[in-house]
């Protein structure tokens, strides 16, 4: 089994910044993906972005060069930099990990584990 953590969300200013974390814990594996989502009230989770266990990452149309992924592999913790945060983003963010497999997919139902999730709040 797999545990993952999300921490790090909470209110923000618009144009601001936060970085999620998101700590796996349990069984490891050397090959996976690790995916963000989000979700607003009432719609479902969207993909935001992705990083594989070979290094490569993608993110989504919406939050393309404002937001980033990495990875500190010694500490399995992955992080999301948030940056010129809008309105829009507000959600309730989450991440999820598929392991052994050499593909990320965009699409929630794939994956099977998932954090408990984090509230990012963007307001003036």
């Known amino acids: 089994q797999v545990q993952l953590v999300e921490s790090g969300g909470g209110l923000v200013q618009p144009g601001g910044s936060l970085r999620l974390s998101c700590a796996a814990s349990?069984?490891?594996?050397?090959?996976?993906?690790m995916g963000w989502f989000r979700q607003f009230p009432g719609k479902e989770r969207e993909g935001v972005a992705f990083?594989?266990?070979?290094?490569?990452?993608s993110y989504g149309g919406l939050v393309r060069g404002r937001f980033t992924n990495s990875q500190d592999n010694d500490q399995n913790i992955l992080y999301l930099q948030m940056n010129s945060l809008k309105l829009e983003d507000t959600a309730v963010y989450y991440c999820?990990?598929?392991?052994?497999?050499?593909?990320?997919?965009?699409?929630?139902?794939?994956?099977?584990?998932w954090g408990q999730g984090t509230q990012v709040t963007v307001s003036s």
């Open positions: 349990g069984f490891t594996f050397s090959t996976y993906c």
């Open positions: 990083m594989h266990s070979a290094g490569w990452t």
């Open positions: 999820a990990e598929e392991p052994r497999t050499y593909l990320c997919s965009t699409e929630r139902q794939w994956y099977t584990y």
